[in-house]
């Protein structure tokens, strides 16, 4: 992904800002959540769908693989790769049935761990931690200019 843009996060309300930001311009599409545990992707997943519209709660699908939600008539599919110890496994789990729902939005955290089987993101979101443990660096790419202008207008 050639363009990006790194923001500071220095609290939760950050994060949430973030998240309606990038609800703003991503409702459909793919989205890698990329950190370390404890970065904050969860966190992050949660705003965007109370944004989007969810009205309950959201749980990591570390244990499930995948949870699906039904927000407004839209379907979004918050995957959890992190314990998946073979791409093969999400073939076996029936992840083609997931990703050729129509205008869906699909979230991975770990996606690394799905090799050729995970479609190529739209959005990139890398979240690190810092010496501050309130604060996080994030590093937004896309190959979508335009997406990233959007994105960079919004939180600047």
Known sequence: MSNSLT?????????????????????HGVI??????????TTFTRYLLHTLGHKGAVKSPTYTLVEPYTIVEKNVYHFDLYRLNDPYELELMGIRDYLET????????????GGNEIPKPDLTIEILKTEDEMQREVILSTSQAQLLAQLEGDLN
């Open 32 to 41: 890698y959540l990329i950190g370390d545990l404890g970065a904050g992707k």
């Open 7 to 27: 923001i500071h996060l220095h609290s939760e309300t950050d994060t949430q800002q973030l998240a309606q930001t990038v609800a703003r311009h991503v409702q």
């Open 102 to 113: 129509g205008n869906a939005l699909f979230l991975f955290e770990w996606p690394s761990q």
